[in-house]
DNA sequence: AATGAATGAGCGTTCATTCAT
DNA sequence: GATGAATGAACGCTCATTCAT
């Protein structure tokens, strides 16, 4: 047929047809967009191919359901943030050190995911089997609580306390102000915010200087 | 803007009619039934009006849309969460002690609505501009700041600290524990741990005892 | 507003609106109609409330799906041949006789419902919960397996036939004629041919004349 | 017409490809079982070919289009029976003789293709106008006339016997039987059933012993 | 010959909403 | 005030089918 003449031509445009291999990543990149604009219930599968340039049945070849588009959007994103909070816990600083680091890390985080995090933050949560949110900080909690353990040993932060809770503590602290510092809440202010912050944990869970 | 929050006045008198209960009333229960287990997409206003017992076009001469159904409930609920919280700053003690109390009428909160909880923290904050959480919270951490100066002024708190900044801080800190403690979180220790909390808020903010 | 004004309309022409009260019927019509010609795969619920003049959302107020509007309407045209049938069997005349009502009824009805007949005899076979045409023939069968005793007992019939047997073989023989007499198999010939099979059923089951 | 019918041809040995029986069949054996359990609009293409074990493009390389397929499988399956029934008329026994083998034929039939019966007898026979019932009978018929009026000249059979009257009424006799016999009607009374049936045919359209 | 990603029309169905009663 | 039949737009989704590889 007209095969071998339609293979030497270098890949150009195909206007119609055969795979980029990219849909699932455009429908994704579509919906994200969108859904930083409307709620769910408001966004249509077809408003979403539409943006993403494929035709309504391509959705259903990556997505079982409109629903699990989101949960997929979601892991994506999530998976991101993971991956730059881990990064803080992977070097071997003192608490009262790592606390900013987070701060950054978070900040870092609501900057980068602005446009999304306000739907994150709401309808995905009722999406999972469960919980979502609280189970995925979870482990960074558990991971703090640990390093206030050895902390406590080295001296460096108060026995009395109980590293689950404090690390519990810590944790909404730093999330708090992550947001506060990328959300404009003190805008101008974010350094004196960020080191008010950081001087109030020391006190908080700081042992006290030795005499 | 003004138009779709205000279906609220509850009406008078209507000797004739099926329902016994008032209409809106049964109505606002049923979403709120729906709701509770069902994402606000999946719950139509055929199965609410079915849950409440009222026929369609009862729905419509209490709410003008479906959209503002949410609203209203979510006012309902959230009126009677500010009043609780609200309470806990009428009466006038030290921010060292209110923290406390701010925690129990939290966790108080927290278990009374359960059902409803996850919903207020996720679809209806997209419903209107300005009902996101942020706004809900701001005025009692402005009032918290408020006091926190007063208790600096008194020699009762820390001079260096910012008042806005501290109320974010401590209020950050009281949501999360009041969360755990209602949630079931630290369950068998919720006493401990909100001590643990309270003191540790304590050394943060508290001014160091004069020698 | 205008009301008290356009209910003073005697109830003229609605284009738009309120019920006839007859919707059902008329989807039940359209549907008859459509089904008469195509296969039910190839007839649309669109194409059924077009011809029905009615909404698409009125078809699901009488329906819960497509499929059940053709058990609804194999329901009503059954109901309706059933009567016919029955009717033959309500006055007390021997099989013998019987038989050439039964074949009348039976090729009146095949006339009256000529065009849906293929239909139900194909595809709503395999819409009920199970075989439907045999069970509901079976009445019918049975019946006349009773009046083969009482006319055995009678003398007019061969003692050597089973009941139930001979109703069913009767049964079969008259199906097979009243469906040749009415759809124009015999055509011209209807007469001879009926006269025919009912002699060959008296063969068959008719007491031998006592010499 | 002529376009649907004949994507029938056995192909040739292919020896690349994935599947080592041959994808026609597979798919053939596939629709077979699935049409058994569904109706035909249930029944999809992916459905088809995920269960023939083949990829969709493969399934338009066998069959135009899905309709298609389903005369290719009610032919085949018709043309199995075609030749069981025909098989009875080719050896040269009275009608009276005859009937006794189309029934045990009639029986065998119906209890070997149990499965997909209820298919051929609804939709399949609506999908080409030429196959219906009917028609398919049609052939049998006739030669069955040809041989009662064979055997009237041979004075086995009454004289007075239209043949293609007889033909049909015996026809439809058969059929009756045969399906009671294989479905279990009278269950555990095959032969006494079948032997009345006999009888009651004989009686029927014997010619009168000659006194 | 065989594949399977892509298509896009069109399905059955449900929805929020209206309004004559 | 209350009803509920009727609406029709719009939904999520599946389908039969194509064609570059």
Redesign the pocket.
């Known amino acids: 047929m007209t095969?071998a003449l339609?293979?030497s031509e270098p890949?150009a445009k195909?206007s119609?047809?055969?795979?980029?291999?990219d849909?699932r990543e455009r429908i994704l990149r579509a919906a994200r967009r969108l859904l930083a604009a409307q709620r769910y219930d408001e966004?249509?599968?077809?408003?979403i191919v539409a943006a993403a340039g494929?035709?309504?049945?391509?959705?259903?070849?990556y997505f079982e359901?409109?629903?699990s588009l989101i949960v997929a959007l979601a892991d994506e994103i999530q998976r991101a943030i993971e991956a730059k909070i881990a990064a803080c816990f992977s070097s071997d600083v003192p608490v009262i050190e790592l606390v900013g680091r987070l701060i950054d890390a978070g900040a870092a985080v609501c900057r980068d995911h602005a446009d999304i995090l306000p739907f994150l933050r709401s309808e995905a949560l009722l999406f999972g089997e469960s919980r979502r949110s609280e189970e995925l900080r979870k482990p960074h909690v558990e991971k703090l609580a640990s390093l206030i353990q050895r902390d406590q040993r080295a001296g460096l932060l108060r026995r009395d306390l109980t590293p689950a809770y404090a690390a519990r503590l810590i944790s909404a602290t730093l999330d708090q102000v992550a947001r506060d510092v990328a959300g404009g809440s003190v805008s101008g202010n974010e350094i004196a915010y960020r080191d008010e912050a950081i001087a109030f944990l020391r006190r908080a869970i700081a042992a006290e200087a030795r005499s």
Chains 1, 2, 3, 4 share one sequence.
């Open positions: 095969k339609d293979a890949r195909r119609r047809g055969r795979p980029r291999g849909a966004v249509s599968v077809p408003e494929v035709a309504q049945g391509t959705f259903y070849l359901t409109k629903a």
